[in-house]
Each structure stands twice: as structure tokens, then as C-alpha cells.
């Protein structure tokens, strides 16, 4: 059973760039998290998405974010036109039901130049 | 809206035990978790608790006092790999698990 997939690991972007992060959570789950986190600092909650719903975004930036689980494939959290402060790692994490123990994915670790 | 507070960091020699506190304020509390991330790694799960009182797990234990909004990690016999950031992070109803900003800890030997 594998975990939680997160790719690209690495991705670099210029200013005004998209990034896309994708996240394949683990077989059997359908809470699909996202987090970002900056060096020295702990997780900080993005958005809740179950499938093709999302549950809670209230953690995301109104603007340049979204996220997206359709029913077939990963969930998706797109970044528009970047900036050097989107910089971060992003972790997904997946969990089989509400307030489950959820697992993480190794992260995406964004970078802005 | 949630608050959760533990210490920036912790320095600890081998051997020794480690208690790492954490407090919150919540609504709709639905359990409490500790994960622990190596630098550069993924948080992986170390407890849970949703019920006062001790949950033990080899080296590690929790304590959880829901009338408190207090917690606990406990870490034994400490080794060097145990060195890392803990994160305690609170379950709500609704949404996902919130964290706090987590307590890296220093093993020396």
C-alpha cells in the first residue's frame, strides 16, 4: 500500500509563473490536506478537500490559489502567477475519514527565483 | 479560531527523559495528535489522544487533560535520532488538524 505521493518534489518557477503541486493520497482515503510550511516555522493549514468537494479553504490565500480532487486522478494545488513569497514546502496529507490521523506526503518543495 | 502554544525548542543529553508541553484553546475538540518531522522530511505520527489521562508507545508517551487544554509528549531514554521538530496539532470538527508552530529538540550526547 503506498503512501501519500507528492510530485514533483522539487519544482522551480519564475515570478509571474503557474506551479502546479499534485498529491495522490493512499489507497482508501478520501480527506485530501493541504499545508505549507517555511523554514523554521510548523505547518500551517491551507485546505480540506474531499472528493470533488472542498470541505474548508479557509487557511488559503483568496487570491493566485486554488485547489482542486476531482473524482478520477490527484488533488491539485495551483499557484498563478508566483511570487518569490510562495516560496515554501508544500505538504499534502490524506486520511481516511474526519479528524483521522492524517499521513503525509514528503512535500513539494517550491522555489521562486 | 484555535490557539495552540508549546516551546520553540529544547535541548536534552542522551540517555536522559524530555517532556514537551503543549497547550490549546479550541472549539469542537476532537482529539490531539503529536507528529514528529526530521529536517527536510515528512511529519510522521507518533500519538493520539482523545481521552484524559496516559497513552503509552515504547519510549514515548502522551497525556492528554481536555479540562486544561493541556498536553504532553513524554520521550525516554533519549537517543540521538531522536533529535527533530515535534509538532502537536489539534482535531476539530469541520476541518482539517490545525498545529502548532512545533518544538525542535536537541539531542547531545
Known amino acids: 500500500n503506498a503512501g501519500v505521493m507528492q510530485n514533483p518534489r522539487h519544482l522551480v518557477r519564475r515570478r509571474g509563473q503557474e506551479a502546479r503541486l499534485r498529491c495522490s493520497p493512499m489507497?482508501?482515503?478520501?480527506?485530501v490536506y493541504w499545508y505549507r510550511q517555511l523554514p523554521e516555522e510548523g505547518l500551517k493549514f491551507m485546505v480540506y478537500?474531499?472528493?470533488?468537494?472542498?470541505?474548508?479553504e479557509s487557511g488559503m490565500p483568496k487570491e493566485r490559489f486554488s485547489a482542486e480532487f476531482p473524482k478520477e486522478g490527484p488533488s491539485i494545488l495551483r499557484i498563478q502567477q508566483v511570487v518569490r513569497g510562495d516560496s515554501a514546502a508544500y505538504f499534502c496529507?490524506?486520511?481516511?475519514?474526519?479528524?483521522?490521523?492524517?499521513?503525509f506526503g514528503q512535500g513539494t518543495r517550491l522555489t521562486v527565483v | 479560531g484555535q490557539n495552540i502554544d508549546q516551546p520553540t525548542e529544547m535541548t536534552a543529553t542522551e540517555g536522559a527523559i524530555v517532556q514537551i508541553n503543549c497547550t490549546y484553546q479550541t472549539s469542537g475538540f476532537n482529539g490531539l495528535f503529536w507528529y514528529q518531522q526530521h529536517a527536510g522530511e515528512a511529519p510522521t505520527f507518533l500519538s493520539y489522544n482523545v481521552l484524559d489521562g496516559l497513552e503509552e508507545k515504547g519510549r514515548f508517551s502522551s497525556f492528554l487533560s481536555r479540562s486544561k487544554g493541556y498536553s504532553y509528549l513524554l520521550l525516554k531514554e533519549l537517543q540521538m535520532k531522536d533529535s527533530a521538530s515535534y509538532l502537536c496539532?489539534?482535531?476539530?470538527?469541520?476541518?482539517?488538524?490545525?498545529f502548532g508552530k512545533g518544538t525542535t529538540l536537541s539531542v547531545s550526547s
Open positions: 496539532a489539534v482535531s476539530q470538527a469541520g476541518t482539517a488538524l490545525i
Open positions: 496529507a490524506s486520511s481516511p475519514r474526519e479528524s483521522a490521523e492524517a499521513f
Open positions: 489507497k482508501g482515503h478520501s480527506h
Open positions: 478537500l474531499q472528493k470533488e468537494n472542498i470541505i474548508d
